[in-house]
């Protein structure tokens, strides 16, 4: 008799794993948890739509972003050279409600009480949490230059590295620029988000002006000693093809700028004038993350426990993306912020239903950019966690650069865009 | 030698569930791991492997498991050429392999 029913006991468990797999979620705090997702970008999306998928739907999941769609920064260059406009880059957040049942609510949040565990909004509710992520991308430090935030108030001085408004801004500048003019891109030292960013757009520019109005230039005033990704490989394309429109500057550190005079003022070089300016200031943390005392590294960048991407200083408040200090050769890109989102959704989803933790978990990065409407180059990495230095490595021999620019990279490329905004959003 | 088993029922019952349910949430566990590490191909391949409609970069749901091996060491010695992935497969060991390819083959195209 004790045997048959220890038999079947052992049957009841062992037989029915399908069963189990909802009842891990479903009988666990899983279920009655609040997970509270502060951001909808490339990070906090996917975050938003992965908790969702790992637990199988039992986790309820909130998704707090103040813009009404995702604009994607990756791609959004193209809008500045003329081969795509901002409708293309942009996605909805109405299926991660409608097919991920993920609760979407369209306001800013004004503050975090990490000791509390609630957040407040700007036109809503103080709300509770059991697990917060945070993914509130960069700030764009516009006093660390004399005259720049009076410049992009007035919208003068652009940095259009939010997509959005500012890039269909920027791109009218550039039209309406007439031809001979000079455009001049600043690009603070490194860590920036998107660290290619800058040299395509350059390149997307001088495609423009090629076609358009050839006897203009472009003028990268990079305080870098050299450019910050892909170097060869841009500056091999540039002097193929943009020779007489693109120079490159180093060294050029940007103190102040005067919007009305179109002028440059560098901490060592001669100041310079230039018909556009397109100033990219330092960059930092989210300002939410920054207030609530959460970026741990010079006030600007978010520390986290990598096996989790748990903050450092805050218990259950998980950080994501560009804001998170990043590990050795982990770049600021929406691909890496998509791969922090799975670690982080796996975690927390482990977490709340007690579960273990992915003990070896690894992240992917490609990253395309394009140096003309149809040739491009890419960088691409993986990093495991190393248990032992507690951080992510990449793999001695792994990862690359193409071997040159090229047409049949720019079709993986615009595919790249499409899955990876479906991946995050659909 | 019969009392040795006389422990009460249900404490026996009880600690034989308990080591049940523990094996069962490190098979949950697992299971949580392999998907969201397959989860890191699906940036370019699509969630769960299933790529948008048209797309260049091919789905990998469904894919045969010793097919999706064969590909990714032939990336890896680089007798398939590639333009990103022979760089990717590198990054991978051949127990995350399988267990991508283990994955991939179990979902639906």
Same mark, same amino acid.
């Given at each position: 008799? $004790?045997?048959?029913?220890?038999?079947?006991?052992?049957?009841?468990?062992?037989?029915?794993?399908?069963?189990?797999?909802?009842?891990?979620?479903?009988? %666990? #705090?899983?279920?009655?948890?609040?997970?509270?997702?502060?951001?909808?970008?490339?990070?906090?999306?996917?975050?938003?739509?992965?908790?969702?998928?790992?637990?199988? =739907?039992?986790?309820?999941?909130?998704?707090?972003?103040?813009?009404?769609?995702?604009?994607?920064?990756?791609?959004?260059?193209?809008?500045?050279?003329?081969?795509?406009?901002?409708?293309?880059? %942009?996605?909805?957040?109405? #299926?991660?409600?409608?097919?991920?049942?993920?609760?979407?609510?369209?306001?800013?949040?004004?503050?975090?009480?990490?000791?509390? $565990?609630?957040? &407040?909004?700007?036109?809503?509710?103080?709300?509770? =949490?059991?697990?917060?992520?945070? &993914?509130?991308?960069?700030?764009?430090?516009?006093?660390?230059?004399?005259?720049?935030?009076? +410049?992009?108030?007035?919208?003068?001085?652009?940095?259009?590295?939010?997509?959005?408004?500012?890039?269909?801004?920027?791109?009218?500048?550039?039209?309406?620029?007439?031809?001979?003019?000079?455009?001049?891109?600043?690009?603070?030292? #490194?860590?920036?988000?998107?660290?290619?960013?800058?040299?395509?757009?350059?390149?997307?520019?001088?495609?423009? *002006?090629?076609?358009?109005?050839?006897?203009?230039?472009?003028?990268?005033?990079?305080?870098?000693?050299?450019?910050?990704?892909?170097?060869?490989? *841009?500056?091999?394309?540039? &002097?193929?093809?943009?020779?007489?429109?693109?120079?490159?500057?180093?060294?050029?550190?940007?103190?102040?700028?005067?919007?009305?005079?179109?002028?440059?003022?560098?901490?060592?070089?001669?100041?310079?004038?230039?018909?556009?300016?397109?100033?990219?200031?330092?960059?930092?943390?989210?300002?939410?993350?920054?207030?609530?005392?959460?970026?741990?590294?010079?006030?600007?960048?978010?520390?986290?426990?990598?096996?989790?991407?748990? !903050?450092?200083?805050?218990?259950?408040?998980?950080?994501?993306?560009?804001?998170?200090?990043?590990?050795?050769?982990?770049?600021? !890109?929406?691909?890496?912020?998509?791969?922090?989102?799975?670690? +982080?959704?796996?975690?927390?989803?482990?977490?709340? !239903?007690?579960?273990?933790?992915?003990?070896?978990?690894?992240?992917?990065?490609?990253? =395309?950019?394009?140096?003309?409407?149809?040739?491009?180059?890419?960088?691409?990495?993986?990093?495991?966690?190393?248990?032992?230095?507690?951080?992510?490595?990449?793999?001695?021999?792994?990862?690359?650069? !193409?071997?040159?620019?090229?047409?049949?990279?720019?079709?993986?490329?615009?595919?790249?865009?499409?899955?990876?905004?479906?991946?995050?959003?659909? | 030698?019969?009392?040795? *088993?006389?422990?009460?029922?249900?404490?026996?019952?009880?600690?034989?569930?308990?080591?049940?349910?523990?094996?069962?949430?490190?098979?949950?566990?697992?299971?949580?791991?392999?998907?969201?590490?397959?989860?890191?191909?699906?940036?370019?391949?699509?969630?769960?492997?299933?790529?948008?409609?048209?797309?260049?970069?091919?789905?990998?749901?469904?894919?045969?498991?010793? =097919?999706?091996?064969?590909?990714?060491?032939?990336?890896?010695?680089?007798?398939?050429?590639?333009?990103?992935?022979?760089?990717?497969?590198?990054?991978?060991?051949?127990?995350?392999?399988?267990?991508?390819?283990?994955? *991939? &083959?179990?979902?639906?195209?």
């Amino acid at each position: 008799m $004790k045997r048959r029913h220890l038999l079947h006991a052992g049957l009841a468990v062992g037989a029915s794993p399908a069963l189990l797999a909802h009842s891990v979620f479903a009988q %666990t #705090a899983a279920s009655k948890a609040q997970v509270i997702v502060i951001g909808g970008g490339y990070g906090g999306a996917t975050a938003a739509k992965y908790i969702r998928l790992l637990s199988a =739907y039992n986790i309820p999941v909130l998704l707090i972003e103040p813009q009404s769609d995702f604009i994607s920064c990756p791609m959004s260059n193209l809008v500045l050279g003329g081969s795509k406009n901002l409708k293309d880059i %942009t996605t909805s957040y109405d #299926a991660l409600t409608q097919k991920h049942g993920v609760k979407v609510i369209r306001d800013r949040v004004t503050s975090i009480d990490p000791d509390k $565990k609630t957040i &407040s909004l700007a036109n809503g509710p103080m709300l509770p =949490y059991d697990k917060l992520v945070l &993914s509130p991308g960069v700030d764009m430090m516009f006093d660390n230059i004399e005259g720049l935030k009076a +410049a992009n108030d007035n919208g003068r001085i652009l940095q259009a590295w939010k997509a959005g408004a500012e890039t269909t801004a920027l791109r009218k500048q550039l039209q309406d620029m007439p031809d001979g003019g000079v455009y001049a891109l600043t690009v603070p030292e #490194a860590p920036y988000r998107c660290p290619p960013g800058p040299y395509e757009r350059a390149s997307q520019v001088a495609h423009y *002006f090629k076609q358009a109005k050839p006897k203009s230039k472009v003028l990268i005033l990079d305080a870098n000693p050299d450019v910050t990704s892909k170097g060869p490989l *841009f500056k091999k394309f540039w &002097s193929e093809n943009y020779k007489d429109i693109i120079e490159f500057r180093p060294n050029h550190k940007v103190t102040a700028v005067d919007g009305h005079a179109g002028l440059i003022k560098f901490d060592v070089q001669e100041n310079l004038r230039a018909d556009i300016l397109n100033v990219l200031p330092d960059m930092r943390a989210g300002s939410i993350a920054v207030q609530t005392g959460l970026a741990t590294a010079n006030k600007r960048w978010c520390g986290v426990n990598y096996l989790t991407f748990e !903050s450092t200083v805050a218990k259950d408040v998980h950080i994501l993306g560009d804001a998170m200090l990043a590990a050795p050769a982990m770049p600021k !890109s929406g691909h890496m912020a998509n791969s922090h989102a799975k670690v +982080a959704a796996s975690a927390i989803v482990a977490q709340l !239903s007690g579960l273990d933790i992915n003990p070896a978990p690894f992240l992917t990065n490609t990253c =395309y950019s394009y140096v003309s409407d149809n040739m491009v180059v890419h960088v691409a990495s993986v990093h495991q966690f190393n248990l032992e230095e507690k951080t992510y490595k990449t793999v001695p021999g792994s990862g690359g650069v !193409s071997s040159e620019a090229n047409t049949l990279e720019a079709t993986y490329a615009w595919n790249w865009a499409q899955n990876i905004w479906a991946d995050s959003l659909l | 030698m019969r009392r040795n *088993f006389s422990v009460p029922k249900t404490l026996f019952l009880t600690l034989f569930l308990t080591a049940g349910v523990v094996q069962a949430n490190a098979q949950e566990s697992e299971k949580l791991h392999q998907r969201a590490n397959a989860a890191m191909c699906a940036n370019c391949h699509g969630s769960e492997g299933r790529t948008v409609e048209k797309s260049a970069v091919p789905p990998l749901a469904g894919l045969p498991r010793e =097919y999706f091996i064969q590909q990714m060491q032939a990336y890896k010695d680089g007798s398939r050429k590639a333009t990103v992935m022979h760089q990717i497969s590198k990054g991978f060991s051949d127990a995350q392999i399988a267990s991508f390819a283990d994955y *991939f &083959s179990a979902q639906p195209r």
